[in-house]
């Protein structure tokens, strides 16, 4: 079975920095587009970053410069690091993975998905 496994969420102050990372089982592969989304309460689930199959890497403006996604390909493995996190940042995070080419592309075009990370921003 495909699995995404998400880890690295907590709780930490505003201006604090956390790593978030994805775990892929051997059916992801490596040609496919990878996307961090996010959902916070009330709200609906939002792009965050992607890495296409070519490693064209894409940000929303409100992380831009801010959070950089990467990915480790011999261990399969997705990582966001974000830096100079904000309280509106307060979000479950979710790891997903489409074989459709292209970036950016709405939930709907994802075939696979982490349960979440949550990640928590105090003032």
């Known amino acids: 079975q495909v699995q995404l496994i998400e880890s690295g969420g907590g709780l930490v102050q505003a201006g604090a920095s956390l790593r978030l990372s994805c775990a892929a089982s051997?059916?992801?592969?490596?040609?496919?587009?990878m996307t961090w989304f996010r959902q916070a309460p009330g709200k609906e689930r939002e792009i965050v970053s992607a890495l296409d199959r070519r490693r064209t890497k894409y940000y929303a403006d409100s992380v831009k410069g801010r959070f950089t996604i990467s990915r480790d390909n011999v261990n399969n493995t997705l990582y966001l690091e974000m830096n100079n996190l904000k309280p509106e940042d307060t979000a479950v995070y979710y790891c997903?993975?489409?074989?459709?080419?292209?970036?950016?592309?709405?939930?709907?075009?994802?075939?696979?998905w982490g349960q979440g990370t949550q990640v928590t921003v105090s003032t």
């Open positions: 997903a993975a489409t074989t459709t080419p292209g970036i950016p592309k709405p939930p709907s075009y994802y075939h696979y």
């Open positions: 051997s059916g992801i592969s490596s040609t496919d587009t």
